[in-house]
């Protein structure tokens, strides 16, 4: 779990805190509670580093052995 959080910080989880912490301040000042929950998304996603990175949400199509 530490190391999730503490380790492989790139842009995009960079974007996604900047996008999750930019709506988190628009919910406290203009109290949309719906778009809190969008920064909730961005913010976990971003803390977990889930979701789609930069190759997409495709999975990835290399394998480990010839017999997978």
């Not at 805190?17 to 301040?25: N, S």
């Not at 979701?51 to 010839?66: E, F, H, I, R, T």
Request: proline share 1%.
């Amino acid at each position: 779990m530490k190391q999730i959080l503490f380790t492989n910080w790139h842009s995009m989880r960079w974007i996604r805190l900047g996008i999750g912490v930019f709506f988190m301040q628009q919910t406290i000042q203009y109290r949309h509670y719906l778009l809190g929950v969008m920064a909730l998304v961005f913010i976990f996603q971003a803390l977990f580093n889930i979701g789609c990175g930069l190759n997409g949400c495709a999975v990835p199509s290399y394998k480990k052995n010839k017999n997978e």
